[in-house]
């Protein structure tokens, strides 16, 4: 019913940048909270970035000051610009979004993109 697509990410030297993107399609009511997710090998997938659809934001400690995410609600996407990435910023990004389905139960659902790989080197 909904299906979130994300780009941008790739291979960057430690101190570059990159912007990843999200566009959600389907049938979409409204979309409530947008965020970013990471996850490296091994590891547990952890939160990097919220934003709420007033554009309230929250961040993950470790990119506070470094990344920045934003939404465009007139089309249904979010991003998040990484600015001074570092080796550890390595992970698949996962897109996120809470979403009301046109014709669908009440509620907020869900929903989760692909994954984009990004790869800092040192």
């Known amino acids: 019913q909904v299906q979130l697509v994300e780009s941008g990410g790739g291979l960057v030297q430690a101190g570059g940048s990159l912007r990843l993107s999200c566009a959600a399609s389907g049938r979409i009511l409204s979309i409530n909270a947008m965020g970013w997710y990471r996850q490296a090998p091994g590891k547990q997938r952890e939160l990097v970035a919220t934003i709420n659809s007033g554009g309230s934001t929250n961040y993950a400690d470790s990119v506070k000051g470094r990344f920045i995410i934003s939404r465009d609600n007139a089309k249904d996407t979010v991003y998040l610009q990484m600015n001074s990435l570092k080796p550890e910023d390595t992970a698949v990004y996962y897109c996120?979004?809470?979403?009301?389905?046109?014709?669908?139960?009440?509620?907020?659902?869900?929903?989760w993109g692909q994954g984009t790989q990004v790869t800092v080197s040192s």
């Open positions: 996120n979004a809470g979403v009301r389905i046109i014709g669908g139960p009440r509620g907020i659902y869900d929903y």
